[in-house]
């Protein structure tokens, strides 16, 4: 099976009134669970790296390892760069083999991230790849930058944006945020559903990409304490909203933060459990089954792309 674009599977979600998860990979088992819980829910799945995620594992060995993933389970995978800060960066992704690409143009002006978006659309249509661009900011960190508030995107910027880039899909700003830490602790979650509603409305058809989109289970966040750790007042995005988000314009969901969390608990646990273990298939192969479970009940309840291939 060769890796995909997310031409087909956005339209599809966006027909079917459901969303694909994209899920950041960074090595084999964080890789090996995200497919074995789409392949055990039948869902196609979108696998994302980030530049510091090619800097870490290469280029090389995550396409191979994707490429493997998707001879063996048979289903739809996509191979997408996840915020690709300038065209250096897609054309290395581009060579590498990803079928998609995001271009993260959103830290500069509207006539900047334009002109920028548009050259990375151009370079990677005529390879048959997709583009993913950004207007609006998420509060919080992303990769070095750090903003203090939202600045939410505008719906009539949205529409001159798209016509005038050709871009693919759009993430945009509505109240999510990177990392596990989305919210003061007595601060109510919400999102700009107001905001998405007239997007949709003014871009019809036309997929939407929620980026800082994990719910950050208390559960798991307690379970890493309880086994050592000490991560104080995480708060993601509740699941509710996400489903309802899904069920919109929203055809692409990223989430790293709760794979992050699945796993480092599940191997705290080991390490907690078994001191006297040092197998690294013992606690890397419990953070490999912790991933599955969380992209088999993202895929159940929240996506909604069970049984989609
Ligand atoms: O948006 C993301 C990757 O691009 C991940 O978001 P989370 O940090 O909420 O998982
Ligand atoms: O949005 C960012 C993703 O969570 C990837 O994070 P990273 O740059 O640490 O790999
Ligand atoms: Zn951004
Ligand atoms: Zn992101």
Known sequence: MPLVT??????????????????????????QGVVRGAKAKNSPVILQCSTSALKYAGPKYLRAMVEAAAEETGIDIALHLDHGPDLEAVKLAIASGFTSVMFD??????????????EVVEYAHAHGVVVEAELGVLAGVEDDVVAAEHVYTDPDQAVEFVERTGCDSLAIAIGT???????????????????????QRKLPNFPIVLHGASAVDPETVEMCNKYGGNIANAKGIPVEMLRKAASMAVCKINMDTDLRLAMTAAIRKVFAENPAEFDPRKYLGAGRDAIQKVVEYKIEHVLGSANRL
């Open 177 to 199: 945020s990177h990392g596990a830490f989305k919210f003061p602790p007595d601060y109510e979650p919400q999102l700009r559903f107001d905001i998405l509603e007239e997007i």
């Open 6 to 31: 997310t031409k087909e599977m956005f339209k599809k979600a966006y027909e079917g009134g459901y969303a694909i998860g994209a899920f950041n990979i960074n090595n084999l088992e964080i890789l």
């Open 105 to 118: 143009g959103s830290h500069y002006d509207f006539e900047e991230n334009v002109r920028r978006t548009k």
